[in-house]
């Protein structure tokens, strides 16, 4: 049991190790990336946000 977590935590070590070199060799293009996907979420969320108004508004009526 013990060695199954020992292995979990070190594919997880190696797979952070892969996202920082991936950080490093994309430089600033992932940060536009994480940027542009993080706008995108909140007009998304903030669209959900409106139509559930809009929904229940017109559920109350």
Do not use: C, N, P
Not at 26 to 42: M, Y
């Amino acid at each position: 049991m013990v060695l199954i977590f020992r292995k979990i935590a070190a594919l997880s070590a190696g797979f952070g190790q892969i996202l920082t070199r991936a950080r490093v060799d994309f430089g600033t293009s992932l940060s536009r990336r994480k940027v542009s996907a993080e706008r995108h979420l909140a007009e998304a969320m903030q669209e959900h946000t409106v139509f559930s108004a809009i929904l229940l508004h017109i559920y109350i009526k």
